[in-house]
Each structure stands twice: as structure tokens, then as C-alpha cells.
């Protein structure tokens, strides 16, 4: 445990009291101050079990760690610098640094904007105010993406263990993807520097891949979306690492309840507004909170359009549910307060109170009938959540 300098006033780390103690680990490393400092040693004890997981083993990196490679994420993914950024993080968890961009190869369909970050027929599509009715054929095509899109997050999930390292889930996304002629949508949309988002404990959707090895306990949510013959199909499932604390395990279990509730309401004929007032009432029963800063989304030949499906009671989404539409509903549960605070990568949506949070997306149809979920679990999914065992 080492002393830092006198002419700073630095919160600890545990207590927020004011600090003059850092981890030596820290000092080693070259890490700020800020979220390495402590009051007194029995703080930093007592803190150490979550504190030890920001010490980026670069060393563990090996030849890979070069100014060109491994480094952390800046400004969307336009920049990149080998220091951790300053912020007052909210939870224990850390940015780690992240590798380069994978490459797709020439043969695959690609959105546009996969060559330089900037999507050109989104933003000013008719379809952001216009819910579009999909055609049978559309619907086809979106059918065969979101198989895909599914059969490439099962591959994720079979490899999710302590150990394993989010970028590696971000490789295992990448390939799975382009082995089945798909594009990973997420990649370099609006500059996103990965192929998937992974979002682990406190992060609350857009979490970068990175050079962090998972943990036993912890949760991380894997969100897939796939390009495939002009259209992408788009989900997320949040898993258990290791041996999970009986809170994270509710909150997960609940999380999926939100969604699964969710889903039987959608008809011909229901508001729009109805999906957060179904989602709110569940996880309030459970005394969790619900996000209320993202929403789900349409979706189609366009990554994000029209409607937004907001999960929170008394929203103002307009609109109704008609045959042919197709959407995502994607609920983002807390444990603690809803409100989120960004990362220095201007993706990353943490918890502002650094408690966890989990999430689960499914593609969804609406047909004449009721909905059908594009994105459904298969036969042959991993058998991951101890709830669904008969």
C-alpha cells in the first residue's frame, strides 16, 4: 500500500472519504489515482475483492500489446490511447484495453457503413416516423437472418466461462457471423469498434469487448445482430458466470419474465405503450427498477427505425401494433436506481449507483394472429438458464 502525493484531494475509492493511501498495484501499472486510492488499509481490504479486477494485466496481453493494438477506446471508437481514461467510475468494474478491428472479407454483403462509421440511408429514412408493414418477402429474408443471428449468440454462450475474455466472445461473434455469409452489424455502426456488445455486472447495454477476463460471479449480457441478404435480425441473452450470488440470479430470472411477459401481449390492435407497462409492473413486483434512457426499436432493411418501444410505465410511445411489423423489445432491468451514466468511449451505459443490470432482446412479428419471435431459442440452444429445465 503506498501513499500518494499530499496536494490532491481524492475520494476513496470504498468510503468516499478523502484519500492519501493508493494500491501499490495501481502505482505499478501507472493507473490514475482516481478509483486506486484509500482512507485507511482497512478500507482498502475491505475493497480489494472487487478492486483487484481494474489491474489491466498488460503483461497477460503479450506480443499483442503494441501501440497499434491493444489499447483503450475513446470518443465512439474514433480514438484510441494506451492510459485509462480519468472518470468517476460508478461500480468496480474497468474499461480494459481492446483489440484491433476485425476485417470482413470482400464477399460479404455490407451495410453502408461499414467502410467509414457513418450510416448514410438510416437517419433520414421516412421509415424513423413510418412503421413499415414488411412484405412476405422481407419477412422471409428477416426469418433467415434471425436464424442466423441466433445460431451465432448460441455459439457465444457456449464459450462463456471464468477466464474467458469479452473479446474473445467478440471473435467468437465475428467468425460465427461471417462462416454463415452475415455481416455483425454492430461493427463500426456509428464507429462501434467490436462485432457484438458484451455488457458485464453494472453496464447496462453497449458494453465494448475488451481484454477483461470474466470472472466467477459475474453476469454479462451478449448482444448479436446480424446483416444478412438486406436485412438484420437482433438479440440479446444475459448469462451467468461461474457461480452467481442469489440477487444477480433474481435479477436476470426477472429480467427474462419482463420480456417473456412482454411477448404475449403483442397483437394486432395493442398500443405500443402497453409493452413498458407490462415490463414496469413485473419488475417493480421485484423491487428492480426499469432503464429508461434506451428502447426497443424497429427494425428491418434499417439496423434502428421506427417504433420506439420504450420499457417504463406511462411513456408516450404512439402508435399500434399491425400485422407485418416487426421490432425488437429489449428490457434493461436495475437493481438499484435506473439512471445510467456513459464511459469515456461515449458507448459504455453503466448503472449511475454501480449496481448490476441485466438485459434480454428478442426480433419480433407481428402477425394476424399474435407475434412470432424471429429470434426464438432453438432445440439445440445452450441450456443456461436453470429456470426453462422442465
Keep these: 500500500m503506498e501513499k500518494g502525493g499530499s496536494e490532491s484531494s481524492i475520494a476513496c475509492a470504498r468510503c468516499g472519504k478523502p484519500a492519501s493511501l493508493q494500491c501499490p498495484k495501481c502505482a505499478q501499472l501507472k493507473l490514475p489515482r482516481e478509483g486506486a486510492a484509500f482512507c485507511t488499509q482497512d478500507c482498502f481490504k475491505e475493497a480489494w475483492s472487487s478492486h483487484k479486477s481494474v489491474h489491466t494485466k498488460l503483461d497477460a496481453l503479450g506480443p499483442q500489446q503494441s501501440p497499434e493494438g491493444w489499447q483503450y477506446c475513446l470518443k465512439k471508437g474514433r480514438t484510441r490511447t494506451s492510459q485509462l481514461p480519468r472518470f468517476d467510475w460508478t461500480g468496480p468494474l474497468r474499461p480494459y484495453p481492446i483489440s484491433k478491428m476485425r476485417v470482413i472479407p470482400d464477399k460479404v454483403e455490407k451495410p453502408d457503413w461499414a467502410l467509414d462509421g457513418i450510416p448514410k440511408i438510416e437517419p433520414d429514412s421516412d421509415l424513423q416516423k413510418r412503421v413499415e408493414i414488411k412484405t412476405p418477402e422481407q419477412i422471409e429474408r428477416m426469418r433467415e437472418t434471425c436464424l442466423i443471428a441466433r445460431e451465432v449468440l448460441d455459439a457465444a454462450a457456449r464459450i462463456i466461462k471464468p477466464g474467458i475474455t469479452t473479446d474473445e466472445i467478440d471473435r467468437v461473434v465475428h467468425e460465427e457471423t461471417i462462416a454463415r455469409g452475415g455481416y455483425p452489424s454492430p461493427l463500426n455502426y456509428h464507429f462501434f469498434p467490436k462485432s457484438c456488445c458484451t455488457s458485464v455486472n453494472e453496464v447496462i447495454c453497449h458494453g465494448i469487448p475488451d481484454a477483461r477476463k470474466l470472472e466467477d460471479g459475474d453476469i454479462v449480457n451478449v448482444d448479436v445482430t446480424v446483416y444478412y441478404k438486406g436485412v438484420h435480425g437482433d438479440l440479446n441473452e444475459t448469462y451467468f458466470v461461474g457461480n452467481v450470488d442469489e440477487a444477480s440470479k433474481q435479477l436476470v430470472r426477472c429480467t427474462y419474465e419482463c420480456l417473456d411477459k412482454a411477448i404475449a401481449i403483442v397483437k394486432p390492435g ?32 434499417l ?20 400485422a407485418g411489423q416487426t421490432f425488437t423489445i429489449e428490457p434493461m432491468i436495475n437493481t438499484g436506481v435506473w439512471h445510467d451514466r456513459l464511459w469515456p468511449d461515449e458507448w459504455t451505459a453503466v448503472t449511475a449507483d454501480g449496481k448490476r443490470s441485466a438485459q434480454f432482446e428478442h426480433t419480433l412479428l407481428v402477425t394476424e394472429t399474435g407475434v412470432e419471435v424471429l429470434t426464438a431459442r432453438l432445440p439445440s440452444s445452450p441450456d443456461v438458464f436453470p429456470w426453462l429445465k422442465p
Design 303 to 322: 439496423f434502428h427505425c421506427a417504433p420506439n418501444i420504450p420499457h417504463y410505465s406511462r411513456n408516450k410511445a404512439v402508435g399500434i401494433m399491425k
Design 270 to 301: 395493442v398500443r405500443f405503450r402497453e409493452v413498458g407497462e407490462i415490463i414496469n409492473r413485473h419488475a417493480s413486483m421485484s423491487g428492480l427498477s426499469v432503464v429508461k434512457s434506451y428502447c426497443g426499436h424497429g427494425i428491418g432493411e
